[in-house]
């Protein structure tokens, strides 16, 4: 007989990833092909999190928000210890679900960071960071979501509480000084090589071992990818990275790699 606890606490899980993925009411979409443009839910689409929903609260698809959670309560199960971040949050589904299963497991003693300009992307430097010539990303509106929603995003879910800290700004001046000791969980969604580089840079020492980095966009955008692939070569990590859903990747820190820094 399966324990009532756990059985509630799956079911609840469980309906948060529908609500944030707005399964359930299935709205439409747009892309970055033609921003703006609305076209009926696609339900494989969604799953891969290939669309821009025009109404769900993330736009990470069902694959890698189910990776997220999976993840999460890894960390606690093996009692893992640090909070969890992400950085590049659009309108908080991925924090909210992280928050989701603090709530869950009636853990009151990690918090959750919500890392974002909440102005969209950064324009690119190209003096400091040449691999982001081009990007276009700082044109899109739709990733530029304000602060004051994403908090209202939390509210709706019951979820916005002293355990979520939202570090408004530009990375490269948030996350260096952020009131972070110690993390089970980063998840990168910065796009671009430079605020993939700053969420590395800045946060990856504060990684317990045992515990997880995800990227969002390792097989999205080349610019993400070249930024990882760089920052673990220069570090030498060894740890393998795991493919999620050929866009998404992560690995489990298991090795101490050369730091400023502690990690356990």
């Avoid at 694959?63 to 992400?86: H, S, V, W, Y």
Wanted: charged share 25%; glycine share 8%.
């Amino acid at each position: 007989m399966p324990d009532p606890a756990t059985v509630a606490r799956t079911l609840y899980l469980d309906l948060i990833e529908r609500c944030l993925l707005n399964t359930i009411y299935e709205d439409d979409y747009t892309d970055w092909s033609q921003p703006g443009v609305a076209r009926k839910f696609d339900p494989l689409k969604r799953q891969r999190g290939l669309d821009w929903p025009t109404v769900a609260h993330t736009m990470i698809g069902q694959l890698r928000l189910r990776n997220l959670r999976e993840l999460a309560e890894q960390a606690l199960a093996q009692g893992i210890p640090g909070d969890f971040i992400e950085t590049g949050v659009w309108r908080g589904g991925a924090c909210i679900l992280l928050r989701a299963v603090l709530k869950a497991y009636g853990v009151t003693d990690r918090r959750v960071f919500a890392a974002d300009s909440f102005e969209g992307l950064p324009r690119p430097n190209t003096e400091a960071y040449p691999a982001d010539t081009g990007d276009a990303h700082h044109t899109f509106r739709e990733l530029a979501i304000p602060l004051e929603q994403v908090q209202a995003n939390f509210a709706k879910y019951g979820l916005l509480d002293n355990q979520v800290v939202f570090l408004k700004g530009w990375f490269k001046d948030t996350l260096p000084g952020a009131p972070i000791e110690r993390l089970a969980l980063l998840r990168l969604d910065g796009d671009m090589y430079e605020s993939t580089t700053d969420g590395l840079s800045h946060l990856y020492d504060k990684v317990s071992l045992g515990g997880f980095v995800i990227v969002d966009d390792y097989g999205a955008t080349p610019n993400c990818r070249r930024a990882v692939d760089d920052f673990r070569r220069q570090r030498r990590i060894a740890e393998p990275l795991v493919n999620i859903d050929t866009l998404g990747v992560y690995w489990r820190k298991l090795i101490r790699s050369p730091s400023n820094g502690p990690s356990d």
